[in-house]
């Protein structure tokens, strides 16, 4: 359907500028040396982790709505999501331990307190299963384009980051997000336009949130 079309041009737009954002970012901690280095890779431990934490509930949020408004396989998909989580946390809290960064002593950054609070928003029940995944979505696919990009040919990451870039850059990660699309598609499809519109909204508010989760890596506020 057209709105559908409208989503997809969006995602276009809006990743060039999370992906923008990113590449320059990643090339300031070259330039930069060690110390941006650490900042960067304390940020990601530190502030994603809570976001991850935030995220776990999130998905449980859309994990409800699937439950009570949608059949089929789409709950496998996403207890899949949540489940993986669960390593994901493991991963983080080994990933702090080698940057020396103590979790329990970090405090959200204003950007993250709000991209957390727009999570937190969803376990409305007014809020539709369609609006749901399609945000779980597109959180996850720009999470995920922007690490395969620092990973692609040419794009000079460094290789103490370079795990976690491959982590979230992989074959593995690809195929869940595209099977989260398969979903979203699917529930667009079917939906009312004031449903297609929230969608959108809430497209937009994601990679405006992603920019500014990845701004604040290098500004610290
Ligand atoms: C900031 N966006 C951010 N962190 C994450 N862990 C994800 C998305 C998805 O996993």
């Known amino acids: 359907t057209a709105d559908y079309v409208m989503i997809g041009f969006a995602l276009s737009l809006c990743r060039e500028k999370v992906l923008h954002c990113l590449s320059l970012l990643l090339s ?24 991850v934490k935030e995220f776990a509930a999130f998905l449980a949020s859309v994990l409800l709505k699937c439950c009570r408004q949608s059949e089929g396989s789409d709950m496998e998909i996403i207890l899949g999501g949540l489940a993986s989580l669960s390593d994901e946390l493991s991963w983080f809290k080994k990933e702090a331990d080698k940057w020396s960064v103590d979790l ?19 376990s409305e029940p007014e809020i539709s299963y369609t609006v749901a995944i399609t945000t779980f979505w597109i959180i996850e696919t720009v999470y995920r384009d922007s690490f395969a990009f620092c990973i692609e040919e040419g ?9 976690t870039c491959q982590r979230w850059g992989s074959p593995e990660f690809k195929q869940y997000c595209q099977s989260l699309q398969i979903i979203a598609d699917r ?6 336009a004031d449903v297609v519109r929230s969608a959108e909204e809430a497209f937009l508010r994601v990679l405006e949130l992603e920019i500014g989760f990845w701004e604040m890596s290098s500004s610290q506020t």
């Open 28 to 51: 300031s901690i070259l330039m930069d040396g060690p110390n941006k280095l650490t900042t960067f890779a304390c940020h990601i431990q530190g502030q994603d982790y809570m976001f």
């Open 155 to 163: 794009n000079k990451t460094p290789p103490e980051l370079l795990g």
């Open 104 to 122: 329990a002593e970090v405090s959200p950054l204003k950007s993250n307190t709000a991209y957390c609070r727009f999570l937190q928003s969803f």
């Open 187 to 192: 529930c667009l499809a079917e939906a009312p």
